[in-house]
């Protein structure tokens, strides 16, 4: 499971791009999520993958500010990052199998740093990240715009040669979202487009 390096990246790419730089200490924590659709997750669930995906159902974070579409109960987690301008906290929402891989994370960035940097260089920063890590090759990428939000999207070919990631970046004053995907291609068609495509923001 990858959580905690998600976050990592968005820290780096805002330090980068303002020309800042620093060592991250890492801690991790696990929290019972306030509210999940209508449901409370288990505290400290232990996390594993499933089996199979089961049935979409809508998740609501009024702590994020969003909501999502997912096939099945994820795995919701509170990491902690200690960076130089103090602790900073990366919630998310997780669901494996053995092929497949969904999440979708958010963080507030300093005020500061993300005042220096062009949303779109964060999120290019971030997405660039994400591909990186994976290892695989980005053979598309997008840059969406509207009046509420930035985001940058890259479709990536993995290193199996058998699967597909999407990753997509938004940006929401000092906050960062990130969604990923990732499926067998027999899969891609439906289960990234479904999944990716429900996010968004909760009206005020």
């Not at 990052?81 to 497949?100: F, Q």
Request: glycine share 8%.
């Amino acid at each position: 499971m990858k959580i905690l390096y998600l976050f990592l990246i968005i820290f780096l790419a805002v330090a980068l791009s303002c020309g800042g730089n620093g060592e991250q200490e890492e801690t991790g924590t696990a929290e019972a999520v306030e509210e999940f659709g209508r449901e409370q997750l288990e505290p400290e669930r232990e996390y594993a993958p499933v089996a199979e995906l089961g049935e979409w159902r809508k998740i609501t974070s009024s702590e994020g500010d969003f909501s999502f579409m997912m096939p099945g109960e994820p795995y919701y987690a509170v990491d902690t990052v200690n960076t130089p301008r103090g602790p900073v906290e990366y919630p998310s929402y997780t669901l494996d199998t053995p092929e497949k891989h969904l999440m979708v994370g958010y963080s507030d960035m300093p005020e500061d740093l993300v005042a220096q940097a062009p949303a779109r260089v964060v999120l290019e920063g971030t997405v660039r990240g994400v591909v990186e890590e994976s290892g695989g090759t980005s053979v598309l990428d997008t840059l969406i715009q509207n009046e509420n939000m930035t985001a940058r999207e890259s479709v990536v070919t993995l290193p199996d040669g058998e699967s597909v990631m999407r990753v997509r970046a938004y940006m929401s004053g000092n906050r960062i979202y990130i969604v990923t995907a990732s499926a067998p291609v027999s899969d891609t068609a439906g289960l990234l487009g479904r999944f990716v495509e429900s996010f968004e923001l909760l009206k005020e």
